[in-house]
């Protein structure tokens, strides 16, 4: 079965960095695309990056386009976020999210989330 | 960016009664291919979400018939014909038609 499992969350100061990671398994980890979606506590979903899936083109929401770079390892099934300038904002539980395919236009399969804390 | 607009914000239900939850996009989602890329996903607390319905109407593999999906354009709707314990929980609305995809705020369905 479709297994995601982030790691990496943490608590970080303002400023500073922090690499997410997203191990995946249970399916063709290369032929698809994948996001990054992020949730503060309580709060609604927020789609923050996606990367295609051979890694050639990359989009990014504008509140994290210039500090956030997605990337991803198809050798190791492999999924990542470097998450430069870190602010308060950006306080989230981060979900490393499949693309369903062209077919559904969706993302179908969600990990079960890593929380990144920025505080000072 | 299209900004989606879900009503209600919550929705008090009665256990075996239909719930209806609306979607509206700030554009057309219908995409330069002819399909629409608008989504449904649960999520029950402590849970990650979960995907219902895809291309307005789809149901995805696994999702109970009492769900369904409708509408064009701009406005959308999801339907539970009779709500059961287990629907508790926030939907949300979600447009892949172009970049950066966009969510409904979210809406609450509790008993």
């Known amino acids: 079965q479709v297994q995601l499992v982030e790691s990496g969350g943490g608590v970080v100061q303002p400023g500073r960095s922090l690499r997410l990671s997203c191990a995946a398994s249970?399916?063709?980890?290369?032929?698809?695309?994948m996001h990054w979606v992020r949730q503060p506590p309580g709060k609604g979903l927020e789609w923050v990056a996606v990367?295609?899936?051979?890694?050639?083109?990359?989009y990014y929401a504008d509140s994290v386009k210039g500090r956030f770079t997605i990337s991803r390892d198809n050798s190791k099934n492999t999924l990542f976020i470097q998450m430069n300038s870190l602010r308060v904002e950006d306080r989230a539980v981060y979900y490393c999210?499949?693309?369903?395919?062209?077919?559904?236009?969706?993302?179908?399969?969600w990990g079960q989330g890593t929380l990144v804390t920025v505080s000072s | 960016d299209i900004v989606m607009t879900q009503t209600p914000f919550s929705s008090p239900v009665t256990l075996g009664q239909p719930a209806s939850i609306s979607c509206r996009s700030s554009?057309?989602?219908?995409?330069?291919?002819?399909?629409?890329?608008l989504s449904w996903l649960q999520q029950r607390p402590g849970q990650p979400p979960r995907l219902l319905i895809y291309?307005?109407?789809n149901r995805f593999s696994g999702v109970p018939d009492r769900f369904s999906g409708s509408g064009a354009g701009t406005y959308f709707t999801l339907k539970i014909s009779r709500v059961e314990a287990e629907d508790v929980g926030v939907y949300y609305c979600?447009?892949?038609?172009?970049?950066?995809?966009?969510f409904g705020q979210g809406t609450k369905l509790e008993i």
């Open positions: 999210v499949r693309d369903a395919g062209n077919r559904y236009g969706a993302v179908d399969y």
């Open positions: 249970g399916f063709t980890f290369s032929t698809y695309a």
């Open positions: 990367i295609s899936y051979d890694g050639s083109s990359k």
């Open positions: 554009q057309s989602l219908v995409h330069t291919d002819g399909n629409s890329y």
């Open positions: 291309k307005i109407s």
């Open positions: 979600m447009q892949a038609t172009q970049f950066p995809h966009t």
